[in-house]
């Protein structure tokens, strides 16, 4: 050790440079080497794990039904979906008993594993992963799935990256050693050149004189005498200097803060507009055409409120990296709003373009981001216009791309439009109906219709469903499907369906003072589920009248379930310990999964009148109303038919099981006072019979 010192000592300071620079990057960058091996390890056994446990939990959904009618055959088929995974090796649905039910494994020779009891529900070990899950419909424990992924694929991937990195590494090292002994001469000559030409300025105070440096040469006295030099230098110099720093810091600022967004780093919404106008005139000189794109990313109001402005800002910074990798070099991409970003593409020679590059942006966007342990997926809706085929200016140009963007989002999101002569004169209607939908309440142009719910067992009308309807002074009888949109996007649903419920409760309370019993269901928009005084209101309105909560049924679809919040699933159960009934609407259509079946307190499904039209001669349409009703009572859910328009379709919606039915057969929607006819001709027939 006291020679190595020795020689250390004996060593010029270029050689001890580099070769302290040498060990210590290559040992920074072996032990980078190893985290970065231990974290790819941690995050691709992560992913396995999360991928295995969420096919276990699906596939373990899927079995309810087949394990419920011991249908062996479907069960088979459902686990054969799991071929489609790759690192899923094998699977097995064992019963209650504990005997195997059915299994499925990715090669035929290899015997599955009989399945531990008291395993726990997920088991890794350098073999693989293996996920428990139960099999249960309700509180009935039906049996229980096992499946077991490879962890091959993950050794497969370390692989790589190790036989990646390494090569890389000691590229790097002999890069570095290379370049440090051709540019180690250098270090040290014109050290002691300058110290020596510092000698001279110093003395003579010629700042003219250069320094000739030498092939080889050793660090010299170079604080000493530079020192002198910069004295003498900075009296004079300092706050000129310092001037003029200052000022161009200053501009380089106010530069920065004039055009580009702090949070992305883009330009914002002033550069764009200045580049958008001075694109569009040399487009109208050299007759080009320019492409602008809008897009507004889905649902990060919700991301931001649920997770934080941080995380928030920082899948801003990702979601703006991901975009601009679609873009050509001198494409202009701007953070123009909250979540609003531009996109102007210039000297497009096909109109295709756009869509491809919206396409692009929307499967860079499709994959999750990752941001402090959150897995976040954001969609984009993207509105696309074109100069000059859409318009000439530049005001025209962002309206009618903003318009497609706003058609985007509210055809399901998620997706891009181009702008179409149509949207214009829907946005002049959608405004004309805007303007009207603000009146209509006040000069109570709104009726209600009520279809008739009947038992099916007893042939009695026991329910009705409330249908608002708007008859316009001028417009005439507007369509729900024109309206209800506008009242969504305007907020106007909020009062609407108050007026809704209070009209439906005084209507019910009526029929039930003249002895008839019945329910009154009444549709609950999106909007209104996210209003934090809706328990409020829905008891206020009861009490005000005086109706009963058992009397009064909400109607929910599934997309609002989906989307709920753990605000939403509290207004919900403090409707339910009220009183008040929750059904599904439209059942069959959406995400028709028991999962939120469990976890919302739903008390009635109605199944969708496109399920019903095809009965009993669709096996189809037969078999799913056939799950859907044995799904309801297994659940203890009341099921009700919609659309019933033949006596044979309720003749088998009778014999399947089906509660309430309604549908035209018994009755189109009508005003109140008929309603209240056929209520009491019902009673009278009844008389008569007693």
Same mark, same amino acid.
């Given at each position: 050790?006291?020679?190595?010192?020795?020689?250390?000592?004996?060593?010029?300071?270029?050689?001890?440079?580099?070769?302290?620079?040498?060990?210590?990057?290559?040992?920074?960058?072996?032990?980078?080497?190893?985290?970065?091996?231990?974290?790819?390890?941690?995050?691709?056994?992560?992913?396995?794990?999360?991928?295995?446990?969420?096919?276990?939990?699906?596939?373990?959904?899927?079995?309810?039904?087949?394990?419920?009618?011991?249908?062996?055959?479907?069960?088979?088929?459902?686990?054969?979906?799991?071929?489609?995974?790759?690192?899923?090796?094998?699977?097995?649905?064992?019963?209650?008993?504990?005997?195997?039910?059915?299994?499925?494994? *990715?090669?035929? #020779?290899?015997?599955?594993? &009989?399945?531990? !009891?008291? %395993?726990? $529900?997920?088991? @890794?070990?350098?073999?693989?992963?293996?996920?428990?899950?139960?099999?249960?419909?309700?509180?009935?424990?039906?049996?229980?799935?096992?499946?077991?992924?490879?962890?091959?694929?993950?050794?497969?991937?370390?692989?790589?990256?190790?036989?990646?990195?390494?090569?890389?590494?000691?590229?790097?090292?002999?890069?570095?050693?290379?370049?440090?002994?051709?540019?180690?001469?250098?270090?040290?000559?014109?050290?002691?050149?300058?110290?020596?030409?510092?000698?001279?300025?110093? *003395?003579?105070? #010629?700042?003219?004189?250069? &320094?000739?440096? !030498?092939? %080889?040469? $050793?660090?010299? @006295?170079?604080?000493?005498?530079?020192?002198?030099?910069?004295?003498?230098?900075?009296?004079?110099?300092?706050?000129?200097?310092?001037?003029?720093?200052?000022?161009?810091?200053?501009?380089?600022?106010?530069?920065?803060?004039?055009?580009?967004?702090?949070?992305?780093?883009?330009?914002?919404?002033?550069?764009?507009?200045?580049?958008?106008?001075?694109?569009?005139?040399?487009?109208?000189?050299?007759?080009?055409?320019?492409?602008?794109?809008?897009?507004?990313?889905?649902?990060?109001?919700?991301?931001?409120?649920?997770?934080?402005?941080?995380?928030?800002?920082?899948?801003?910074? @990702?979601?703006?990296?991901?975009?601009?990798?679609?873009?050509?070099?001198?494409?202009?991409?701007?953070?123009?709003?909250?979540?609003?970003?531009?996109?102007?593409?210039?000297?497009?020679?096909?109109?295709?373009?756009?869509?491809?590059?919206?396409?692009?942006?929307?499967?860079?966007?499709?994959?999750?981001?990752?941001?402090?342990?959150?897995?976040?997926?954001?969609?984009?809706?993207?509105?696309?216009?074109?100069?000059?085929?859409?318009?000439?200016?530049?005001?025209?140009?962002?309206?009618?791309?903003?318009?497609?963007?706003?058609?985007?989002?509210?055809?399901?999101?998620?997706?891009?439009?181009?702008?179409?002569?149509?949207?214009?004169?829907?946005?002049?209607?959608?405004?004309?109906?805007?303007?009207?939908?603000?009146?209509?309440?006040?000069?109570?142009?709104?009726?209600?219709?009520?279809?008739?719910?009947?038992?099916?067992?007893?042939?009695?009308?026991?329910?009705?469903?409330?249908?608002?309807?708007?008859?316009?002074?001028?417009?005439?009888?507007?369509?729900?499907?024109?309206?209800?949109?506008?009242?969504?996007?305007?907020?106007?649903?909020?009062?609407?369906?108050?007026?809704?419920?209070?009209?439906?409760?005084?209507?019910?309370?009526?029929?039930?003072?003249?002895?008839?019993?019945?329910?009154?269901?009444?549709?609950?928009?999106?909007?209104?589920?996210?209003?934090?005084?809706?328990?409020?209101?829905?008891?206020?309105?009861?009490?005000?009248?005086?109706?009963?909560?058992?009397?009064?049924?909400?109607?929910?679809?599934?997309?609002?379930?989906?989307?709920?919040?753990?605000?939403?699933?509290?207004?919900?159960?403090?409707?339910?310990?009220?009183?008040?009934?929750?059904?599904?609407?439209?059942?069959?259509?959406?995400?028709?999964?028991?999962?939120?079946?469990?976890?919302?307190?739903?008390?009635?499904?109605?199944?969708?009148?496109?399920?019903?039209?095809?009965?009993?001669?669709?096996?189809?349409?037969?078999?799913?109303?056939?799950?859907?009703?044995?799904?309801?009572?297994?659940?203890?859910?009341?099921?009700?038919?919609?659309?019933?328009?033949?006596?044979?379709?309720?003749?088998?919606?009778?014999?399947?099981?089906?509660?309430?039915?309604?549908?035209?057969?018994?009755?189109?929607?009508?005003?109140?006072?008929?309603?209240?006819?056929?209520?009491?001709?019902?009673?009278?027939?009844?008389?008569?019979?007693?």
């Amino acid at each position: 050790m006291e020679r190595l010192i020795e020689w250390i000592n004996r060593q010029a300071l270029s050689t001890k440079l580099k070769w302290t620079y040498l060990v210590t990057s290559g040992g920074v960058m072996f032990l980078s080497t190893l985290f970065l091996i231990g974290i790819q390890l941690y995050f691709f056994t992560a992913a396995l794990i999360r991928q295995t446990q969420s096919q276990a939990t699906m596939v373990a959904e899927n079995l309810t039904a087949a394990m419920a009618f011991t249908d062996a055959e479907a069960a088979g088929d459902i686990l054969s979906a799991l071929r489609l995974a790759p690192d899923v090796q094998s699977a097995v649905a064992y019963d209650a008993q504990g005997k195997r039910f059915v299994n499925f494994t *990715r090669d035929p #020779d290899t015997r599955t594993a &009989a399945r531990d !009891p008291h %395993a726990p $529900d997920t088991v @890794l070990d350098y073999r693989g992963i293996q996920v428990t899950r139960p099999i249960q419909v309700g509180n009935r424990r039906l049996g229980t799935l096992v499946v077991q992924s490879s962890v091959t694929s993950v050794y497969q991937q370390l692989a790589l990256y190790l036989a990646l990195a390494l090569p890389v590494m000691l590229a790097l090292l002999s890069l570095s050693y290379f370049a440090l002994s051709r540019l180690q001469r250098y270090f040290t000559a014109p050290i002691l050149a300058l110290s020596a030409v510092s000698q001279q300025i110093s *003395r003579q105070g #010629d700042y003219s004189l250069r &320094a000739e440096v !030498p092939p %080889a040469a $050793d660090i010299g @006295l170079l604080a000493h005498t530079f020192n002198g030099m910069l004295d003498r230098i900075q009296k004079r110099e300092r706050e000129l200097e310092a001037e003029i720093n200052e000022r161009k810091r200053i501009e380089i600022k106010l530069d920065r803060l004039a055009h580009y967004d702090p949070v992305t780093q883009l330009t914002n919404r002033h550069f764009f507009n200045e580049r958008l106008e001075a694109v569009i005139a040399r487009s109208r000189k050299f007759e080009e055409r320019t492409i602008l794109m809008f897009i507004d990313l889905d649902n990060f109001k919700t991301v931001n409120d649920t997770l934080g402005h941080d995380i928030g800002d920082e899948l801003l910074r @990702l979601v703006s990296r991901r975009l601009s990798e679609t873009l050509r070099f001198g494409d202009v991409l701007s953070r123009i709003g909250g979540d609003e970003f531009g996109i102007i593409i210039e000297n497009v020679g096909q109109t295709g373009v756009a869509s491809k590059i919206a396409e692009k942006c929307l499967a860079k966007l499709a994959d999750p981001i990752h941001i402090h342990g959150h897995d976040i997926h954001i969609g984009a809706s993207i509105g696309i216009s074109i100069y000059p085929d859409d318009a000439t200016d530049m005001h025209a140009l962002l309206k009618y791309a903003d318009t497609a963007m706003y058609y985007a989002k509210n055809g399901g999101k998620n997706a891009w439009r181009m702008f179409t002569p149509s949207m214009r004169d829907d946005a002049h209607k959608r405004f004309k109906l805007d303007t009207n939908l603000r009146r209509a309440l006040e000069r109570d142009e709104f009726v209600l219709h009520y279809q008739p719910q009947v038992d099916l067992r007893s042939g009695d009308i026991v329910g009705v469903e409330a249908l608002i309807r708007w008859v316009h002074p001028q417009l005439g009888m507007v369509s729900p499907s024109d309206f209800i949109p506008v009242a969504e996007d305007t907020g106007m649903i909020v009062p609407i369906g108050e007026w809704v419920l209070r009209e439906a409760c005084r209507d019910l309370k009526h029929w039930r003072d003249q002895g008839h019993l019945l329910r009154v269901a009444v549709n609950l928009s999106g909007r209104q589920l996210k209003e934090s005084a809706l328990v409020v209101t829905v008891l206020a309105t009861l009490r005000e009248v005086g109706v009963d909560p058992e009397w009064l049924e909400l109607e929910l679809t599934e997309s609002m379930l989906m989307d709920a919040s753990t605000d939403i699933l509290d207004r919900l159960h403090a409707l339910t310990d009220a009183g008040i009934q929750l059904a599904i609407d439209d059942f069959g259509t959406g995400y028709s999964s028991m999962s939120y079946l469990k976890t919302f307190p739903v008390r009635a499904l109605k199944v969708d009148k496109s399920f019903v039209r095809g009965l009993p001669q669709n096996p189809e349409d037969a078999a799913i109303t056939r799950a859907i009703i044995a799904m309801a009572r297994s659940l203890r859910m009341e099921i009700v038919a919609e659309g019933i328009e033949t006596q044979e379709q309720s003749d088998f919606l009778r014999a399947n099981g089906c509660d309430k039915s309604q549908g035209y057969l018994y009755g189109r929607p009508c005003p109140a006072a008929q309603i209240g006819e056929m209520l009491g001709e019902a009673r009278t027939r009844a008389c008569a019979v007693d």
